[in-house]
């Protein structure tokens, strides 16, 4: 049985920024990607820190382009509401890599609400942020 602490958080892609017959019509608008924190080990494994505006890690198979933006809906531990932040690809992890990393992108939060977003994960996770304990990314 899986440790409760090793939850992954709920990815879910709600609009996709591929080009088929099926998403022209969202042609050159971001992704929209859903994300819940059931706790603040899972919240503290997809954050990464050492990004300018801070950033979360996004487990997927889903080809993504450095640069893309990705309209991300974050939901924090302890809370019901998502919070709305744009973003865009700044870490690529490709399908096996060193040290079995799960494959994903980094998403580096932008604008006032990246800055508030940021301030917010830093603030719950406290002496978190620093910690040596492994993350997606490191």
Do not use: C
Request: glycine share 8%.
């Amino acid at each position: 049985m899986a440790d409760e602490e090793d939850k992954k958080p709920q990815v879910q892609l709600a609009v996709s920024n591929n080009l088929d017959a099926k998403a022209k019509s969202n042609a050159g608008r971001p992704s929209v990607v859903s994300l819940s924190y059931p706790d603040k080990k899972s919240l503290q494994k997809a954050y990464m820190p050492f990004l300018k505006g801070g950033g979360l890690f996004l487990p997927t198979s889903t080809t993504r382009d450095m640069n893309e933006e990705i309209f991300l809906l974050v939901t924090l531990p302890e809370s019901t509401k998502p919070i709305p932040v744009p973003g865009i690809v700044v870490w690529k992890t490709p399908k096996g890599a060193v040290d079995s990393k799960q494959q994903g992108v980094g998403i580096e939060f932008k604008g006032r609400e990246g800055n508030s977003l940021r301030s917010r994960i830093e603030g719950l996770l406290g002496a978190r942020v620093t910690s040596s304990s492994a993350t997606h990314t490191m």
